[in-house]
């Protein structure tokens, strides 16, 4: 059973296949947070809270007469309150109608309800209700009225754990939410490390693992999005663990606004982890009656380490939360025209590509920024989206026409939220852009942003990405943003209500989209912020790709492609084959090297295909074949990391069919090197008993090493128990970059 109620002892077991949660409203009514880890059975586990007198930790009226061993700043919660007695970092801080900020949540109830609660306006894991069962627990805060509402959706197959918070005012007096995160969770004991992912634009998603020190270690954005510089998930794990081994539990943040993810070390080794809406810079009023949803946080635990989590969310960030025709129909192979020209371009140039591109098997083109307003660069324009028919030389209509007649579908690039003080939109509306009154804006690529907070701004997209879609007929939308928010301010808000603005930007942004998505169910949406700067699972339930960062170098993408392979599925991940020397880097890589790399993400091209010489053709007709026959494996696949980058020389992932039938494992060196050290590759989710055959993808135009090591010879075969516990030896680099991408079949 994925949820099971000992209602007499008012225990909450809720499993999945893997892990057990559970929690217990104890006899003073204080909902205890008693396990979360490998599955177990649904006996009461409270007794793994050993009541010590803990000195100046307080203790709860009345109960503290009698019990000084029960206090609230050592009990492990669901959900802590600041000011009454937990001096931990808490979940919830409450300014009250007399200016007090206390709360203390008891237990009142709960409910059972079949399927996976959804929550209106926000993304949300979805399960059908064969997959997926919801608890709701009630706790209240007697003083003020102050309803939470902790629910629960239980994913047992799926071996995940989502939960939410609905806040209700049901007292008389309005109440101020200061800091109200989404999970809060509690070990009294145990030795963790966490694992995070920092950047910065053009290189996102860095790894970093660090252990738990006494204080509070965070990460977090208020910058208005969820950011290039943390990304909001993360892992515990125990110090041990590793890809295949060891408890490790990861987090995933369905919000793409601002942040929080905090975990404390306290005085008594005790660890706590709380994510949410960073409290800076936030409030929300709530007046009697009035409710306010929190965002998701979904949750795995796995005994199989770091890979282990990752192949769950994969799974689940594929499966439950992407969503429409695009979840699971293959995507097209499209060529963008933002490295080939930036903002220098007319509909000639840009058909030019399309025709060669439409001869190598892409099959969309996307026209990237430039082609409307007055857009030359980027100081303005932004919000004047009529098509530059001077520049173009022709309508929308007639280059969408033009590039079908191609063959390829158009796709079209929109930055929405965005708009130039040198804008005619600007001009009209002023009080639509995000600015304090009296105060200078600040400037990022010098523009400013629409106050997606306000309705009538909201309803304005709407029409505006209505009327291009229809006119251009274009399949696929990049939605970009590119710039962080500050002086964060709505005209239509009022001065007591402005700390609501951040959140409420990111809820008008889900009612754009949701709308336009429910509209286009066609269209393929793909979401990018200067590259990665709003990459989360929040984006990813309205666009079911996000571009990965502004950096196309493949050896630059090798650690922040494995950086997002820990919350995220390859089919999340834009990735495309672009020009060398780099744009960004200057490093000169080979075209089968950067087509490796970028068939770790959706796949696609940025250069000029018209200035390509045949035999770089001939070899992107050669990737795009075997993007195309191995799309399942690729997108679909579990995916395993095999080695790290920057730890040796060599960077290597596989993806294997899940009964084990085929696989393919990618590996990119950094560096060739002299008399070099042997590389061996483990290949794990074969069938131990079966026998395979490798073979290194596209080998007739590659400079071999010879011998090769033993495998890729003709006729022979390893067995899948050799290439899971033993591996195989990797050819080893003739040059620097050098990638291999290795077949395994069984056969
Ligand atoms: C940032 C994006 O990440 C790029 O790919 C490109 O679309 C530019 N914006 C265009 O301004």
């Not at 073979?695 to 899948?720: H, I, Y």
Request: glycine share 12%; net charge negative; charged share 25%.
């Amino acid at each position: 059973m994925s949820i099971v109620l000992d209602t007499a002892q008012r225990v909450f077991t809720l499993n999945t296949k893997n892990s057990t949660y559970q929690m217990k409203a104890d006899e003073h009514q204080v909902l205890l947070h008693t396990y979360y880890g490998a599955r177990t059975d649904s006996s009461d586990k409270s007794y793994l809270c050993y009541p010590v007198d803990r000195g100046f930790s307080g203790n709860p009226h009345p109960v503290g007469k009698e019990l000084r061993t029960y206090s609230l700043d050592v009990l492990p919660q669901e959900y802590s309150c600041f000011g009454t007695g937990d001096y931990r970092t808490t979940a919830l801080r409450v300014c009250n109608g007399d200016g007090s900020r206390a709360a203390q949540l008891t237990y009142r109830e709960y409910e059972l309800r079949p399927g996976k609660y959804g929550i209106p306006g926000l993304p949300a894991v979805y399960g059908e209700e064969a997959e997926a069962r919801t608890l709701a627990v009630r706790l209240e805060d007697k003083a003020s009225g102050l309803e939470a509402e902790l629910v629960y959706g239980v994913l047992e197959e799926l071996d995940v754990i989502t939960r939410a918070v609905k806040l209700t005012n049901r007292g008389q007096k309005p109440l101020v939410l200061e800091k109200a995160a989404s999970l809060n969770l509690d070990w009294q004991y145990g030795d963790f490390q966490w694992i995070t992912f920092y950047g910065r634009h053009a290189g996102e998603q860095n790894m970093q693992r660090t252990g738990l020190h006494h204080g509070i270690q965070s990460i977090g954005s208020v910058r208005g999005a969820s950011s290039h510089q943390y990304n909001p998930f993360v892992m515990l794990c125990e110090p041990g663990c590793g890809e295949g081994s060891g408890d490790c539990y990861g987090f995933s943040f369905l919000y793409s606004g601002e942040f929080l993810a905090e975990v404390e070390q306290d005085q008594f080794c005790q660890t706590r982890f709380v994510c949410g809406i960073h409290p800076d810079n936030f409030s929300w009023k709530l007046e009697p009656g009035e409710s306010l949803w929190l965002p998701e946080v979904a949750m795995a635990y796995s005994g199989q380490g770091t890979g282990g989590v990752s192949r769950i969310f994969h799974r689940t960030l594929r499966e439950h939360v992407c969503r429409g025709v695009w979840k699971n129909r293959r995507r097209p192979v499209l060529v963008n025209n933002w490295e080939a020209t930036y903002f220098d371009f007319t509909a000639d140039r840009l058909v030019e590509i399309a025709r060669e591109a439409a001869d190598l098997g892409i099959e969309l083109f996307v026209m990237d920024d430039g082609w409307f307003g007055k857009r030359d660069d980027d100081n303005s324009g932004l919000g004047d989206w009529e098509a530059n028919e001077e520049k173009l030389g022709c309508t929308l209509a007639e280059l969408g026409e033009r590039v079908r007649k191609e063959g390829l579908e158009f796709g079209i690039w929109l930055e929405p939220e965005g708009i130039s003080e040198d804008s005619r939109l600007y001009r009209t509306h002023p009080d639509w852009a995000v600015e304090i009154p009296g105060r200078a804006p600040c400037l990022s690529r010098n523009q400013l942003v629409l106050d997606l907070s306000r309705t009538d701004v909201q309803d304005y997209l709407i029409r505006e990405i209505t009327r291009i879609l229809a006119q251009s007929k274009a399949v696929y939308v990049k939605w970009d943003m590119n710039r962080s928010l500050c002086d964060k301010f709505s005209g239509a808000l009022a001065g007591e209500r402005q700390g609501e603005f951040a959140h409420r930007y990111v809820l008008g942004l889900y009612r754009v989209l949701e709308e336009l998505g429910r509209a286009f169910p066609q269209v393929l949406f793909e979401g990018c912020s200067g590259g990665g700067g709003r990459f989360d699972a929040g984006m990813l339930y309205y666009t079911p790709q996000i571009w990965g960062s502004d950096n196309t170098d493949a050896i630059g993408r090798l650690p922040l492609q494995y950086g997002a392979s820990f919350g995220y599925p390859v089919s999340a991940t834009g990735a495309h084959v672009s020009a060398v020397p780099n744009h960004q880097t200057g490093r000169v890589t080979s075209l089968y090297t950067r087509g490796c790399v970028a068939m770790a993400g959706t796949f696609g091209y940025e250069l000029d295909i018209a200035g390509l010489s045949g035999k770089e053709k001939e070899e992107i007709r050669r990737q795009i074949a075997v993007f195309k026959e191995q799309y399942q494996l690729i997108q679909r696949g579990d995916y395993y990391r095999l080695l790290a980058p920057g730890a040796g020389s060599c960077t290597a992932w596989a993806m294997v069919e899940g009964s084990g039938k085929e696989a393919l494992v990618t590996a990119v060196y950094q560096q060739v090197q002299a008399n070099g050290p042997l590389v061996c590759l483990k290949v794990p989710g074969l069938a131990a008993g079966a026998d395979y055959r490798m073979e290194l993808v596209g080998a007739d135009d590659l400079d071999l090493p010879q011998p090769l090591p033993f495998g890729f010879g003709p006729g022979e075969t390893l067995t899948g128990a050799a290439l899971g516990q033993c591996g195989f030896i990797l050819p080893p680099a003739r040059e620097d970059y050098q990638a291999w991408q290795i077949r395994v079949r069984r056969i």
